[in-house]
Structures are given as structure tokens and as C-alpha cells.
């Protein structure tokens, strides 16, 4: 069952089954849906799940938190990864220093890491929907990629619409054309004036607001959000963290039960929840580490215990995907740690005074589990071109956490890095890297610039975006988005 991390209202259920959790994932007060119970896994567990594929271990995990999803639907969801790059490896593990290992979680249709979770979630939400004979709009807000996974994974499916806010100039331009050129007349994409949290924020007040519910009501939709709001999301990213344990286990680089690191590019903080998640069902995470850009709100908080937005601008980098300032997840730790009413107290702190501060007890808590820090886009680019000198490519939010690695990994154990999207996503920065320069490419030409220096193959589907129309032009202001949602919901076919 789903308890709810700012308390009841006492409207709400005191408890859900997993299944109203992602119908519904507005809960009391504003707060998020969190499992009353994480499940256990021990030595025995990961000693099994050497010995099995990644959607085995996927469908063990899913059946241990014991979700009221049959088993036959969980097993059509998981099967959607037979379609990534590789059906037998998912999320491949790559060694690039002796001690240090890449967790590839961009094979999927899209080319980020928001596939693994999203394209299972959509299968799941869309067959509830059919079952209860609803229809769902489905609200997305993005900074970059977990639109396009979020369009790919509910693009055709009955009883669902999608509303997706991205925004305008705050994507690359592949993520922008994954978006904007989708086909399917269940979705709709609108661009806004203002960062990405100001999307989050319109997603979050659009979820909570009783009139716009009413007015949906009215022509028999129920609403639902695809961001890692859903715990459904979340339930698919603790997954691939505990795999990578096993996939170190496969390869010899670790004995059994014993500890290792894992370092995260974050921004909403679902990655890292994950990864925390897993840590107390018994995975033998040493430390969580997390990288920020300049953005380095998690790395304040996590270091100092304070979260301050009182003076600081969303700073445009060349890790956009990272460019956020609120991050979401923050928040089912918070409760995991302290409980609902003192989560409650700092996140209406932080609403209405734009500040939290722990206690010192609290911030020791914290940073049992965490450490944090955070590096300028110059660092990023110097270690794309170093790694691509080596042969290996990442991406800038891959980069970032070579930072956590120097500074803050102290044992001598494994390292396990998340590579949260493929190079292709942001060419134009590769490009800039490896040629150090300052020029102003475009995605094509930065695409071809580097497939021929590094002579890698562009995919298919990112190279077909180019030659596509655009058929999602809308850029709106913030308070133009209630009314250019229900234009569209007027004009769609039920």
C-alpha cells in the first residue's frame, strides 16, 4: 500500500493499492505517494539474480513489492525492452577505469534513460485506463527527455491524451524535434515562456487544482502525470540500479555482499531516489554521489542542509536536462527520514519562504546515505574530450559525475557511474568539446562533426528527425497553458 509523505487531509484514503498511486498521483497537501513498506533483498536475492536476465529480475522485484498489477500485464510491460538496442542487456555496464564502470541506461527508443522507466509505466497506466473504461490526461512537464519517452511510450494508446510542457529554448534541438514532430493525435506539445521549473510548477498547480479537475470532470477525463511525481516512474528506477550490482557481480568485478558506489547526474532527484531506495531494500550501496552543474542546489542542501532559493536564477548549461532548482524527489527522502509532518513543515517553508534549514541531527542523517558536488561546463567538456580520446563517448550530464568520482569517492571500491543519455542528444556540445572550440553548431551539423571525427553511427531515429515536419508549434505564457489544453481537448477525438 501508498501512504502519503505531507500526511492525510482526511478526503483523501489513509492508504492506496499501487495502482490509484499512479492514476493519481496528487496527494494530500500537495505531497507525493511513497510505499508504506519497501520489500527486502539480501545476499541470497542478488546471488539468484546473477544467474538471471534483466527482465527477470525486474518482474522478481516488481512481484516483492507485491503491486495489485497482474502478473500477465507486468510481464507485456517488462517485454517493451526487447526492443532497446540490445534485448539481452538493456543497460549495458562498461568499464572505463579499473575501478570505475558506466551504467549505459539510453538504449531504449529515445535515447535517455527516462525509456527505462517510462516505456513499462506507459504500457501499465494506459492498460488501467482501458480496464476501468476511463479516459486519462496525461500531463508531462520536461527538461529535455522525459518528453520524448513520455510522448514514444503513450503515442496511440487508447484512453489516454498527453499534454507535455517543454521549454522554449531550454532543450537541444533533437530533444525539441523528438517533441514537436510527433505524429499521433493523442498529443499535444506546448512550448512556454520560462524554465523548466516554471513547466514543473504549471504541472504541479494543474494536478492540484480542484477547477481544473472539475472542468475535466465535466467532459469525463481524469487526470494523471507521467513525471517521476508517479511513483510509477520511480518503481522502474530502482531497478536498474539494483541490476548493475548484479552486472558487476556477472563480471567478476565485485564479490558478493560486498559494497560499492554509485555516482548520479541529478536535477528532480527521481535517479538518485532510486538509487536510495534500493540501498534500503539492502542493495550494499557504500555512498550515493551525487553531481550537479551550477546549478548546485543539491549539492547546498546535501553539504549545509539548507535549501535556499531566495536569491538564485535558473543558469542555462550545457547540461540542460540538469537545469532545475526544485527538485521533486527531494521530498520522499525527507519524509523517509523525518516523517510527514516535519516534511510537510519544510516543504510549505519552501513555498512560502523559498528556504529550508535542518537540524544538524537531520543533515547527519542525510548524509549517511549522500554526498554531493558539482562542476562548471568547462570541467564537463574536458572530460568528454579526455574519455573520447580514450574511445569512449558520454554526454555532458555523464561528465558531470566525473567530478563526484576525483573528489568525493574515498574507498577503494567499485564505482558505478549513470549514463543518463547517448551523445546524440546534445551534439553541438560533444562537438564543442572535442574541438575546443566556442562555435555555434547546429544538431545536424554537430551530429556529422562528430560521427566522423569519432566514427560512431548516428541512429536512425535521430537522424530521420531532421527530415520531419513540425506539427507542435505552440509556444505560450504561463498562464495561457489551462486554456491551450482544452483546445486541444476539444478538438481530439475522444
Not at 556477472?250 to 564479490?255: D, E, I, Y
Not at 519552501?350 to 562542476?375: G, M, P, R, S
Not at 507542435?472 to 478538438?491: M, Q, R
Request: aromatic fraction near 10%; proline fraction near 5%.
Amino acid at each position: 500500500m501508498f501512504i502519503e509523505t505531507r500526511g492525510n487531509d482526511g478526503k483523501k484514503s489513509q492508504k492506496v493499492p499501487f495502482s490509484y498511486a499512479i492514476l493519481n498521483p496528487s496527494a494530500s497537501f500537495g505531497g507525493l505517494y511513497v510505499p508504506e513498506n519497501l520489500p527486502n533483498i539480501d545476499t541470497d536475492f542478488l546471488e539468484k539474480a546473477s544467474k538471471k536476465s534483466y527482465k527477470e529480475i525486474t518482474l522478481d522485484i516488481l512481484r516483492l513489492f507485491n503491486i495489485d498489477i497482474e502478473e500477465e500485464v507486468m510481464q507485456k510491460a517488462v517485454a517493451l525492452y526487447d526492443a532497446f538496442d540490445d534485448a539481452t542487456e538493456p543497460t549495458p555496464l562498461v568499464q572505463i577505469e579499473d575501478d570505475l564502470f558506466v551504467n549505459e541506461l539510453y538504449h531504449g527508443p529515445t535515447r535517455a534513460f527516462k525509456d527505462m522507466a517510462l516505456q513499462p509505466f506507459g504500457y501499465i497506466l494506459s492498460h488501467l485506463a482501458q480496464k476501468l473504461g476511463e479516459q486519462y490526461l496525461i500531463l508531462a512537464a520536461t527538461s529535455g527527455d522525459t518528453g520524448p519517452a513520455t510522448l514514444d511510450t503513450f503515442a496511440n494508446k487508447p484512453n489516454i491524451k498527453v499534454v507535455c510542457l517543454y521549454p522554449d529554448g531550454g532543450t537541444s534541438d533533437v530533444q525539441r524535434l523528438q517533441m514537436t514532430t510527433q505524429k499521433s493525435p493523442n498529443l499535444k506539445i506546448i512550448g512556454i515562456h520560462g524554465n523548466f521549473d516554471d513547466a514543473q510548477n504549471a504541472l504541479k498547480n494543474l494536478l492540484a487544482s480542484p477547477s481544473f479537475k472539475e472542468a475535466l470532470s465535466a467532459k469525463d477525463i481524469k487526470l494523471s502525470a507521467a513525471n517521476s511525481v508517479n511513483f510509477g516512474r520511480i518503481i522502474f528506477q530502482i531497478i536498474y540500479h539494483i541490476y548493475a550490482y548484479v552486472a558487476l557481480l556477472k563480471q567478476g568485478k565485485v564479490a558478493l555482499g560486498k559494497p560499492f558506489y554509485t555516482i548520479i547526474p541529478s536535477g528532480n532527484f527521481g535517479n538518485a531516489l532510486g538509487a536510495y531506495y534500493a540501498k534500503k531494500m539492502g542493495l550494499p550501496i557504500q555512498k550515493i554521489l551525487i553531481a550537479s552543474n551550477i546549478n548546485n542546489i543539491l549539492t547546498d542542501l546535501i553539504s549545509t542542509g539548507v535549501y535556499d532559493l531566495r536569491s538564485r536564477t535558473l543558469l542555462q548549461t550545457t547540461s540542460p536536462a540538469m537545469d532545475i532548482l526544485i527538485s521533486s524527489n527531494v521530498e520522499r527522502v525527507l519524509f523517509d527520514k523525518f516523517g510527514a509532518e516535519r516534511t510537510k513543515e519544510l516543504m510549505e517553508a519552501l513555498k512560502e519562504d523559498k528556504l529550508y534549514t535542518l537540524t544538524q541531527k537531520e543533515l547527519a542523517c542525510i548524509q549517511d546515505d549522500f554526498e554531493a558536488v558539482y562542476c562548471d561546463d568547462t570541467f564537463g567538456k574536458e572530460q568528454i574530450k579526455h574519455y573520447a580520446n580514450k574511445g569512449y563517448i558520454m554526454d555532458p550530464h555523464t561528465a558531470t559525475c566525473l567530478k563526484a568520482y576525483k573528489e568525493l569517492k574515498i574507498k577503494p571500491l567499485p564505482c558505478v557511474l549513470c549514463s543518463t543519455a547517448e551523445w546524440t542528444k546534445f551534439a553541438p556540445t560533444m562537438l564543442n568539446a572535442i574541438k575546443e572550440d566556442s562555435v555555434t553548431y547546429s544538431d545536424k551539423e554537430a551530429l556529422e562533426g562528430i560521427s566522423n571525427a569519432l566514427h560512431v553511427k548516428i541512429p536512425e531515429c535521430i537522424r530521420a528527425l531532421f527530415n520531419e515536419a513540425i506539427i507542435h508549434d505552440s509556444v505560450v505564457k504561463k498562464e495561457k497553458i489551462e486554456a491551450e489544453i482544452f483546445d486541444f481537448l476539444n478538438k481530439v477525438k475522444p
